[in-house]
C-alpha cells in the first residue's frame, strides 16, 4: 500500500500562491505516476496535474496550465503542487493520488490521500 498525506492548502485572495505538499510513504516502488486532482463543491473531481514518476515528465489540465507546477522531492518521498495566480474558480478540495501505470483518468488511481482545502477570495 501506498500512503499519502496532503498539506498546505487554505485562504488567499484571488492572484495569490500556494503550495501543496503530499508526503509519500509505503510501497513506493509500486508508483508509476503521482498526480493532484480538485473536487469542487457540487462538482466530480477533476485532473489537475500529474508526473511521470521515472523521468519526471509533468503534464497539466488546460484551466491550470501556466499557473500551477508538480514538482517532487529528489529522495522521491514527497510531491509537491505550486498555485500561483489563483481565482475564485481554483476553489476546491484538492488531493494527491498514485497510480502504478501512466495515466490521468481518475478511476486508474489506486491510493488517495485524505485531501487539503484551498479557499480563493475574490
Known amino acids: 500500500q501506498v500512503h499519502l498525506v496532503e498539506s498546505g492548502g487554505g485562504l488567499v485572495q484571488a492572484g495569490g500562491s500556494l503550495r501543496l505538499s503530499c508526503a509519500i510513504s509505503g510501497d513506493t516502488f509500486t508508483i508509476y505516476t503521482m498526480a493532484w486532482f480538485r473536487q469542487a463543491p457540487g462538482k466530480e473531481r477533476e485532473f489537475v496535474a500529474a508526473?511521470?514518476?521515472?523521468?519526471?515528465?509533468?503534464y497539466y489540465a488546460d484551466s491550470v496550465k501556466g499557473r500551477f507546477t508538480i514538482s517532487r522531492e529528489n529522495t522521491r518521498n514527497a510531491v509537491y503542487l505550486q498555485l500561483d495566480s489563483l481565482t475564485p474558480d481554483d476553489t476546491a478540495t484538492y488531493y494527491c493520488a498514485s497510480a502504478s501505470t501512466f495515466t490521468i483518468r481518475r478511476t486508474s488511481y489506486q491510493y488517495w490521500g485524505q485531501g487539503t482545502q484551498v479557499t480563493v477570495s475574490s
Open positions: 508526473m511521470h514518476w521515472g523521468v519526471e515528465n509533468t
